[in-house]
């Protein structure tokens, strides 16, 4: 079966043909000429975006290498002040540890002058005075305990200032630490390119993070950490200065009370000396004394025992001549003269047992102070022999303070984390 030809189309005049031609012509040149327009000003676009993000590329990496030379200058800063800060608190420290040397090196005298005021409270009798050694012994003890508080004080001192640069060091490390990180990330920001491979999006990367600074207080913060560092240096260095010359004083003091002492000491033992030799020689001449008195005593004993004797003679003549018988019993001159000598003997026997009786006493006085002058002789032999062992006790602080001025080896400062030399964070 034959199929039937299909139905012709809708036919168009000839000018409806040619205005579809128009319009198709028109319209061609229209979309051309949009399509123009919006390829130059893409051309124009991706001119001016390829300049303008050069161009911010450009002063991005700049103001980055600005960026990264002034935290470098700080980051240089904070290393030097840090390092001022270790020296200065190495400084500081051997201070402390020479002032607590001074500190032990007081123990040594007020063991020794203690111990002098100890010997010398073991004198007896009159030889136990309150002497000018006393005094100066006394004042020494007190200077010594005045001088072993104020170096204990300075000590305290400079422990608690030492906390105090170590908190100061402890904020310039962490400052540091801190710059050294963002001087890294800055490098690091500074070396990418477009064509790196660590280049990505991220998400909302122009937001700004909690705890930023302004430029102003980034500044501010290091300047402030430097300025409380060196402050803290500066009154440590004062702090040094004032101990030296507070041990100093105070050494001299201490030298001078020391031979103040010593001298009068030896003064004293002196006088002492005198008083022994006098003593002895008193003590030898009522001895020799002594031994006349009783030469003499002994004397005195014969001559009465003889003038006994004679008036035994006397009296036994008496006696015997009153016997005589008669006219004989006559008091003739004989008589008389064995009656006067009778009376003569009598006389000079009272006489010699009163000189005898006087010399006695004298002699039992001398004896009875003989003693009392040896015993005397005894403490100050004592009292001399306890002030020579005080001066030999002395001889220790001579001797200390020789060795005193000796190089003392010092073993190497360390600080809180034992490190001999005290290194930055960032190194």
């Keep these: 079966m034959s199929s039937l030809p299909a139905k012709p189309g809708l036919h168009h005049s000839v000018s409806e043909w040619h205005n579809n031609n128009h319009q198709l012509f028109a319209t061609a040149q229209h979309e051309r000429?949009?399509?123009?327009?919006?390829?130059?000003?893409?051309r124009s676009l991706r001119n001016e975006t390829s300049c303008k993000t050069a161009w911010d590329e450009s002063d991005?990496?700049?103001?980055?290498?600005?960026?990264?030379?002034?935290?470098?200058?700080?980051?240089?800063?904070?290393?030097?002040?840090?390092?001022?800060?270790?020296?200065e608190m190495e400084a500081l420290t051997l201070c402390k540890e020479q002032t607590e040397q001074a500190l032990a090196a007081t123990v040594l005298p007020l063991e020794v002058t203690t111990e002098c005021q100890t010997l010398r409270e073991g004198r007896r009798g009159y030889e136990l005075v309150t002497d000018p050694v006393d005094e100066q012994l006394k004042k020494e003890v007190e200077l010594i305990k005045r001088v072993q508080q104020v170096l204990q004080q300075h000590i305290d001192k400079v422990f608690e200032h030492l906390c105090v640069l170590q908190e100061a060091r402890h904020h310039l490390t962490a400052d540091l630490q801190n710059k050294t990180d963002a001087l890294d990330i800055d490098v690091s920001c500074l070396s990418l390119t477009i064509k790196s491979p660590q280049i990505s999006l991220k998400t909302n990367p122009t937001r700004i993070p909690s705890g930023s600074s302004t430029p102003e207080e980034w500044v501010q913060f290091s300047q402030y950490n430097v300025a409380r560092a060196q402050e803290a240096m500066q009154v440590s260095q004062q702090m040094r200065e004032d101990i030296s010359l507070i041990r100093a004083k105070l050494q001299n003091d201490l030298e001078t009370q020391r031979r103040a002492t010593e001298f009068t000491l030896r003064k004293r033992n002196h006088h002492e000396e005198q008083a022994r030799d006098e003593l002895e020689w008193q003590i030898r001449n009522t001895e020799d004394e002594m031994a006349e008195m009783e030469t003499d005593i002994h004397g005195l004993d014969a001559d009465l025992q003889a003038k006994t004797a004679s008036l035994k003679l006397a009296h036994t003549r008496l006696e015997?001549?009153?016997?005589?018988?008669?006219?004989?019993?006559?008091?003739?001159?004989?008589?008389h003269g064995l009656v006067n000598e009778v009376q003569q003997l009598e006389a000079t026997i009272v006489a010699l047992k009163q000189k005898l009786s006087e010399a006695q006493h004298s002699l039992q006085k001398m004896k009875l102070h003989h003693a009392h002058m040896l015993q005397d002789l005894s403490r100050k032999q004592e009292a001399l022999s306890l002030e020579q062992r005080s001066m030999n006790t002395r001889t220790r602080l001579a001797s200390n303070t020789c060795t005193d001025k000796t190089p003392v080896l010092l073993v190497p400062l360390t600080n809180s984390s034992g490190r001999s030399n005290l290194q930055l964070l960032a190194q």
């Design 33 to 42: 000429h949009i399509s123009t327009t919006i390829r130059q000003e893409g």
């Design 60 to 87: 991005t990496s700049r103001r980055l290498s600005d960026r990264v030379w002034d935290v470098a200058r700080w980051k240089e800063v904070l290393e030097i002040s840090a390092q001022k800060v270790d020296k």
């Design 320 to 335: 015997n001549r009153t016997n005589r018988p008669g006219i004989d019993l006559c008091r003739d001159e004989v008589q």
